[in-house]
């Protein structure tokens, strides 16, 4: 009998004696909590000497025109300052280390932004130390590593670009605060598209990802809203995950609205990292991080899952050493419409014995709800409706089946 049947048999079995698990179970089985094994360290949001107020030392406009350097412009800005660059193609790697600036593209007559092009040369297109940088109206191609990285800054901005073949990331900001990116379109990233880790309040919003191993990934991070984009033909649409041995150790309180994730079946061509491990097929994946709200989202085609929520185990071998919680608590989904998902789920899936379907749940958590009602779903799920006794009974009967 294969592991689906086990599952299925089981469950129907518990669900008749669910009185006696009740009575039985509820006092034999107790649930651990969900602690990592070594104590977790605060989440440090703006790092020690950040500015969390935007420094003005100036107020200039540095004009680039085009056969110019940006760079140029760039080493002779202070605080408060703009760069703006004219309508051409620059083949330069910036990089910015000064607070407060903004990096602003102007259109051409064809309304066309300048373009910052590496040739394949550079590893990244801009790379950002300071806090309060702003980057608007660019055209980003051909690099290495990441279209613009910001590392440990306060209030980055990432508006209005389009980023072709990036390298690993197009927009990717990590260990900052205060963090928005919108109407960015991006596509060919081997990692994923528009990325934010080990960071708080985040806002990802009204912007494209495509034909990238994962289109939009939230990682180790604290407060984030993704809303209103367009995630499609990615191998992985939208990541909300937890990983191990990073220096942020908590995610939680992501909310995932009113997004469309569409047909992100995209054979996966990372060359490294944990997206390796994404099974084409996947909509929206929430692996262990708390407190995640799913809603308002239009999800079809995703031929594996249009939603999974999983613990880390599904897809690390060994998760003993790891010092994060493993599971994911505290999920909710709600009031989203699905479409052709799970048809043609991916390997990975078969061999753990799941079967494609809409809403995709591996038994982790107790406490997470689901209360989309008539879609494909694995296996029964918990609703908002069910007592908390009801939802540990069926945890506890699920665990014992695993």
Do not use: C
């Amino acid at each position: 009998m294969n592991k689906v049947l086990k599952w299925i048999v089981g469950i129907v079995g518990g669900l008749v004696g669910l009185l006696l698990i009740l009575v039985v179970v509820l006092g034999l089985l107790p649930i651990p909590a969900d602690v990592p094994p070594k104590p977790l360290p605060g989440h440090t949001g703006a790092p020690d000497g950040v500015p969390t107020t935007a420094p003005v030392e100036s107020n200039r406009t540095l004009t680039v025109n085009a056969g110019e350097l940006i760079q140029g412009a760039i080493d002779q800005a202070k605080p408060g300052d703009v760069v703006e660059v004219m309508p051409g193609t620059y083949h330069e790697a910036l990089t910015v280390s000064i607070h407060n600036l903004t990096l602003r593209g102007v259109a051409d007559a064809s309304g066309q932004w300048p373009i910052l092009d590496g040739e394949s040369q550079f590893d990244n297109g801009v790379f950002v130390t300071g806090s309060f940088f702003t980057i608007e109206q660019f055209q980003i191609r051909n690099y290495k590593e990441n279209g613009a990285i910001n590392q440990g800054g306060y209030g980055p901005v990432y508006r209005d670009l389009i980023i072709d073949n990036p390298g690993e990331y197009a927009v990717f900001p990590i260990a900052s605060t205060n963090v928005l990116i919108e109407r960015v379109k991006a596509s060919g990233a081997t990692d994923a598209a528009l990325y934010v880790g080990q960071s708080r309040d985040i806002v990802v919003r009204d912007s494209e990802a495509f034909d990238n191993v994962t289109g939009i990934e939230i990682e180790n991070s604290v407060n984030a809203l993704v809303e209103n984009n367009y995630v499609h033909d990615n191998t992985g649409g939208i990541l909300v995950f937890l990983l191990p041995n990073l220096n942020a150790k908590d995610g939680h309180d992501t909310v995932v609205k009113n997004n469309r994730v569409e047909n992100n079946n995209t054979p996966n061509f990372a060359t490294g990292g944990v997206v390796q491990k994404v099974p084409p097929g996947t909509g929206i994946l929430i692996m262990a991080a708390d407190g995640t709200e799913v809603t308002g989202n239009i999800i079809s085609g995703n031929n594996s899952a249009g939603i999974g929520v999983v613990a880390s185990s599904i897809i690390f071998d060994d998760v003993s050493d790891f010092d994060i919680p493993l599971v994911p608590e505290q999920t909710w989904v709600h009031d989203n419409t699905y479409s052709d998902n799970g048809n043609d789920p991916a390997p990975l899936l078969a061999d753990l014995g799941l079967p494609g379907v809409d809403v995709l749940w591996d038994a982790s958590g107790w406490d997470n709800r689901f209360d989309d009602a008539g879609i494909k779903t694995f296996p029964i799920l918990p609703s908002s409706a069910w007592p908390d006794v009801a939802k540990k009974a069926l945890w506890q009967v699920l665990q014992k089946l695993k």
